[in-house]
C-alpha cells in the first residue's frame, strides 16, 4: 500500500535521539498510512542499527540512505528520491512527536495544495510537554524540524540546493522557490511537536559554531536570491551593518559570553545575555563574509 505520508528524518551521530523520535512515531493514533525515511549524513555511531532493530520491533516501514558528505540538503534529497509518500513531512531526530502530529498534517493537506508548518516548542527534556501558545507561532515559510508539503511540489522546484553545505538557509531558499513556484501556505496549529534542547548539549559555543556558519551561508543565499527581502531575512542591510560594525565591540560580546555562562547568574538574564552573544557572533561573521574577509 502507498503511504499517504512518507516522514524524512535527517541525521548524524544523534542514534539517542532518533529512536526516541521513531518510538514517538511509532505511538501515532489513528494515524494515516506512512513510512520513515532516514537519511543518515555520515554518521559514525550506531544509528544504521538503531534503524534496523526499530524497523523490526515497531513494524513501521523504516528506510535508510547514507550520504558520507557532511550536507544536510543533499541527504534530504536523497531520502526523498525513495520517498513514496504522497506527502513528506520533514523533523528532527531530536524531536517528540504528539500521537496526532501526523494526522494533523494530513489533515492540513485535504483541500490544499500547500506547505504547511505546525509550532515547534523547544524544551529542556523529554518529560516537558507544553501546548502551544502565541508564542510558537511562525511566518518561516518552510522551517525542516517542523513542515509537510507533497512530494511532487519538491520534484517541481528541484529539490534542496545542495552547495547549502554548511549549516542554515537550505530550507528557507527552497521555500523561496516553493513560493515562487505558486504552492500556497498554512500554519497547522494542533501539528505541533515538542524539539528537544537539553541545556547541556545545546551549549553556547555549540550555538555559536552554528552562528558562524549560517552567516556564511547568508552569502550564498543572496547570491540566488538578492531582493530586499532576503537581506531582511538575513540581516544584510546597512542598518544592522552598521549595527555589527560600531555597536559590537569584541569587549561587549565577550561580556555577553561570560555572563550567559556564568553558573550564579540569574535565567533570564543568561539568556538575554547567550541571545546577545550569538547575534553578535552572526552579525560580525555576515560582515566579514559580505566584505569577502572569509
Not at 548524524?12 to 523520535?21: T, V
Not at 508564542?135 to 509537510?148: G, V
Not at 527552497?174 to 513560493?179: A, D, M, P, S
Not at 538575513?234 to 551593518?241: K, L, P, R
Amino acid at each position: 500500500m502507498t503511504p499517504r505520508i512518507s516522514v524524512v528524518i535527517a541525521t548524524k551521530d544523534r542514534a539517542r535521539y532518533l529512536e526516541r523520535a521513531i518510538e514517538s512515531l511509532a505511538a501515532s493514533a489513528g494515524a494515516p498510512t506512512f513510512e520513515i525515511v532516514v537519511a543518515d549524513n555520515g554518521s559514525t555511531d550506531d544509528t544504521r542499527a538503531v534503524v534496523e532493530r526499530k524497523n523490526e520491533t515497531t513494524g513501521l516501514p523504516i528506510r535508510y540512505v547514507f550520504e558520507p558528505q557532511p550536507n544536510r540538503g543533499k541527504a534530504r534529497n536523497r531520502a526523498i528520491a525513495i520517498a513514496e509518500g504522497e506527502i513528506v513531512a520533514f523533523c528532527d531526530d531530536d524531536v517528540n512527536v504528539p500521537a496526532d502530529w501526523l494526522g494533523a498534517h494530513s489533515r492540513a493537506h485535504t483541500d490544499s495544495w500547500a506547505v504547511v508548518n505546525g509550532p515547534i516548542l523547544n524544551v529542556g527534556s523529554y518529560d516537558d510537554r507544553p501546548t502551544p501558545g502565541v508564542a510558537n507561532y511562525s511566518r518561516a515559510y518552510l522551517c525542516t524540524c517542523n513542515a509537510s508539503l507533497p512530494r511532487r511540489a519538491l520534484a517541481d522546484v528541484g529539490g534542496f540546493d545542495e552547495t547549502f553545505d554548511l549549516y542554515g538557509w537550505e530550507d528557507t531558499e527552497l521555500g523561496v522557490r516553493l513560493r515562487e513556484s505558486g504552492i500556497g501556505w498554512t500554519f497547522a496549529w494542533d501539528a505541533y511537536l515538542w524539539h528537544i534542547k537539553p541545556p547541556q548539549q545545546n551549549t553556547v559555543e555549540v550555538e555559536a559554531r552554528k552562528a558562524v556558519e549560517k552567516a556564511r551561508m547568508a552569502r550564498r543565499f543572496l547570491s540566488k536570491h538578492p531582493g530586499r527581502r532576503a537581506r531582511l531575512a538575513t540581516g544584510a542591510h546597512a542598518v544592522n551593518v552598521l549595527r555589527g560594525r560600531f555597536l559590537m565591540p569584541e569587549a561587549l560580546l565577550a561580556f555577553y559570553a561570560g555572563v550567559a555562562t556564568h553558573s550564579r547568574a540569574p535565567g533570564w538574564i543568561k539568556a538575554f545575555a547567550r541571545a546577545q552573544f550569538l547575534d553578535g557572533v552572526y552579525t560580525k561573521e555576515l560582515i566579514r563574509t559580505l566584505s569577502g574577509r572569509q
